[in-house]
Every structure is written in C-alpha cells, then in structure tokens.
C-alpha cells in the first residue's frame, strides 16, 4: 500500500470508530449489562457494529502494511496525530473505566482512602456510569494516579471535565513516549520511525488509551521516559536517580512497570557485570525508585492497600488470561465424568509461581546480554501470566518491544488480535466465547512451552566437533 494512501485509510478507519463512540460507545447512559446479540438487536445494533469493525479492520490494515517500512520519524507522528484526532473528540470506547476513575477521585477529594473502599460508600455522584463489579472494590491503582485522580475532581467538579483531563494526561503520557522512544531506539540498534509507529500507531493506543483514556497512557510514557534516561546515561549518578524515580513514579500510577527497574539497574552498568558495579550504578536507579513510590504514597497520605487491591483483578474471568483458559478448560475436561472442578485458584497460582521463576531467569541472563531487551520480555511475560487480560495491558510491552526488539512480527499479531477483543460500548468478546477460547488458548499454551523446551534443550546441547578439527 502506498504511504499516503495507508495513512488516509488509516484516519478513515479512526473516524468510523469515532461515529461507533457517538452510536453505541461506553456512554454514560448506556446499559452495564448487555452481551453481543443484545447490542445486535437493539438501536442500530447492526449499524454499530458494522461500524466498529471495518473502522478497526481499516486502521489495523494500515498500521499492520507499514510495520517495517514507515520512511521517518516525523512521518510516523504526523500520522498518528491525524488518525488520534476523531477519537480525541469523541465519547469512550471500549471500556468504563474512566467512569471509575472519576468515582476514585471524587472519593479521595471526599477525604476517603479508596484502598479501603469502593466507590459506592462516599457515595459517587456519577455512580450509575461504573460497571457494577467495580463500585464496592478497592481501587487497584498507585498513589500517584488517586493523587491525580483527587485533583481532576476538584478542579472540574463535573464527569465530563474529568474525562477531558483523563484525556489530557493520557496525551501528555503519549507525547512523552514520542519524544523518549527514538532515544531508547537508537540506543538498542532500532530504526526510530519504526520505534514510534509499533508503538504508538496501532488501534489499541487510539481506542483504549486515547478515547479510554486510560491511566496506561501516562505509565508506559513515564516507563519508556525511565528506560531512554538510563540507555542514554550510564554510569552517571545524577540522571540515573532521575531515572529511578520516573520509574518508581511510572510504578506509583501502576505496579507492573516496577517489573523493569531490575533490568534498568542492569542496564545502568558501565562495562562488564558484577555486584560491585551493579550496587554502585544500579543502585542509584534502584534508590530513586524506591523513593518515589515511598514518596508518593506517604505524600498522598495513604498507605501500600493498592497493593491488595490489584488481587481484585481476578474477579473478573476470561480466557485470554493463559492462566484463567487453562483453568476453565481442566473444568470442561472434568465435566464428562461427573466432576465439577474449580481449577483457577490452582492455575491461576501456577501462573504466578511460574512467573516469579521466568522474571529472576530473564534477570540472571540480562546480566550480559541486552537487558532492555530483557525487560521488554519481563513485562511481556507478565501480561502474559497474570490472571487478567485487558486488551490495553498489551501497552506495557509493546512499547519497549517497540524499541527494543528485532523481529516484530508476534507482538505485532498480537496487537492486532488484542484490538478485536472488545466492542465499542466495553462488552468483553472473551466472556462469550469461552467454551471455544478457552481450549484454543490452553492449545497455544501447549504449543509456545513445547517450542521453548525445545529451543531451550537446543540451546545447551554441546557444538559437534567435525573430524579434522583440533
């Protein structure tokens, strides 16, 4: 596809998304409890829908054609600036969470902890917009986003004025990633064009971050912001405590970017590996990290409930999570035979033990070898073992993939399967699909820990000697 005429389909693509917002988005006023065929057969059910599909299969396309070949930098932000601009403007897509987001904040400014309880105890004034499973648990969220999320409310007072400035810092979040990722890029050998258009260019950015304003928006900035800080200035203490804390304040607004702050203590080595160097350049960044969560968090007046509450995340269950589909098939297995078997807690908790094990494993070969490209697979490994999957979640390490890996052609599938997962008004696909999903989920799982196994026993297996040879 010529360039011109993949951006303009690309902004035709975003457009219909955007009339998909103002025609069934996660409005307000619309219905929590709704599945595929009541969207179908209500108001322009059909209409909606077609909308909404060829608005995402026509910037997928686009995005998709120019992985490899986007021609610069400044090409690529123009771009992605004109496909953002219909959804700027336009209600939410895709999720309710800003609605929560809002609630948190008016509970905070209220003068409650919303790590104690949920929204529906102040109670909200726009509690009717947050999905019913959201409104009586704590919030999941770091410190620094309830600060943020407190201030949006007194400075509005108004639902639409928070989701406008939820909106605003989604940008600033996303403006920061522009100007950070072409420095990580070139630091790890990448082109930086095609640094910003994986990252920044495909349907989950504009949806979910842009339109959903989520929160991921300013954590993945502040992540890569971090990350491009420490390539660009090893070995110097100053800007590596200035790393530390963008990332320790990166983790404050949500844990999982603290995953990196190993590898970025790594990465802030001058010359080989050793504890003595890592203490001596690592520690820095470790120390500013450690003091902007501590910072924020007491600032804030709050104490570490955020870190109980991201185990409400598993109340929600779907099959795209490998975990939670391994979990639901072993219950359709067992179904034949009489038995009725809750098998999440169990392989929800293997996920996490494997987890723990896959995340000190990437750290100990990230020692030395390319430990952003390491840390860039850790984030990757916890979306993947964590016992929820939100299509937005695949943000946290696409971005340093983005940057940092060589072969973009999997993260890339992925993003685009990711895109599909939901419709415009927040309804999950997974939710109605599991007796299908499931399974071919727990197939992929079998198939990747095969190829790994294999890869792996290959990788230790001893180089013949051919005769002749010394």
């Known amino acids: ?48 829908i077609a909308i909404w599909f060829v608005g995402l299969g026509l910037m997928s396309y686009a995005w998709w054609t120019l992985r490899d070949r986007v021609p610069s ?16 403007v336009a209600p939410p897509l895709g999720s309710r969470d800003v609605y929560a987001y809002a609630c948190q904040g008016a509970t905070y400014a209220a003068g409650f902890s919303p790590y104690e309880q949920g929204v529906s105890t102040l109670p909200c004034p ?12 704590p919030a999941p969220y ?42 990580l890029a070139r630091r790890c050998g990448v082109p930086a064009g095609r640094a910003l258009w994986l990252a920044l260019g495909s349907p989950l950015v504009g949806v979910h971050l842009v339109s959903g304003a989520h929160n991921d928006a300013l954590m993945v900035g502040l992540l890569v912001a971090g990350l491009a800080l420490v390539a660009s200035r090893p070995g110097r203490p100053g800007p590596l405590v200035a790393a530390g804390v963008v990332l320790g304040l990166a983790g404050a607004l949500k844990a999982t970017a603290l995953v990196v702050v190993p590898f970025a203590a ?14 001596r350049d690592g520690g820095w960044v ?43 098939t072993v219950g359709y297995l067992a179904l034949p035979f009489g038995w009725h078997v809750d098998a999440l807690p169990v392989t929800r908790g293997i996920g996490m033990g494997v987890l723990a ?13 390319e430990p952003l490209w390491h840390a860039a697979l850790a984030l990757t490994a916890t979306v993947a073992l964590a016992p929820l999957f939100h299509p937005w979640y695949w943000m946290w390490p696409l971005a340093v993939l983005a940057a940092t890996a060589r072969r973009t052609g999997w993260f890339a599938v992925v993003t685009l399967l990711s895109s599909f997962l939901l419709l415009p008004d927040g309804t999950g696909l997974a939710r109605y699909s599991k007796t299908a999903g499931a399974p071919m989920m727990t197939l992929v799982v079998i198939v990747v820990t095969v190829r790994l196994v294999r890869s792996a026993r290959v990788g230790r297996r001893p180089a013949t000697v051919e005769a002749g040879d010394g």
């Not at 930098?73 to 700027?88: I, Q």
């Not at 726009?126 to 648990?137: A, G």
């Not at 094990?357 to 070898?369: C, E, G, I, N, Q």
């Open 357 to 369: 094990l896959v995340l000190v494993w990437l750290w100990w070969r990230a020692r030395t070898r």
């Open 126 to 137: 726009w509690l009717e917009t947050v999905s019913p499973i959201w409104r009586d648990t």
């Open 266 to 279: 790594l990465a802030a080595i001058v010359g080989a590996y050793s504890v003595r160097a890592l203490v």
């Open 1 to 48: 596809m010529p360039l011109h005429l993949a951006r303009w389909t690309g902004l035709a693509g975003s457009t219909l998304l955007a009339v998909a917002a103002f025609v069934g988005g996660a409005l307000p006023s619309s219905p929590h409890k709704v599945n595929p065929l009541s969207i179908w057969l209500g108001p322009n059910g059909p209409l909606l």
């Open 73 to 88: 930098a400044r090409w690529a932000l123009v771009t992605v600036g004109l496909w953002l601009v219909p959804l700027l």
């Open 142 to 183: 770091g410190p620094l986003f309830v600060l943020l999320a407190g201030a949006v409310v007194k400075v509005t007072g108004s639902l639409v004025g928070s989701i406008v400035l939820f909106r605003l810092f989604a940008l600033a979040g996303l403006g920061l990633a522009a100007a950070c990722l072409p420095v």
């Open 286 to 328: 470790a120390g500013g990290a450690l003091a902007a969560v501590a910072g924020t968090t007491f600032g804030a007046g709050l104490d570490f409930g955020w870190i109980s509450g991201l185990a409400r995340g598993g109340d929600v269950i779907a099959w795209t999570s490998p975990p939670t589909a391994v979990g639901q």
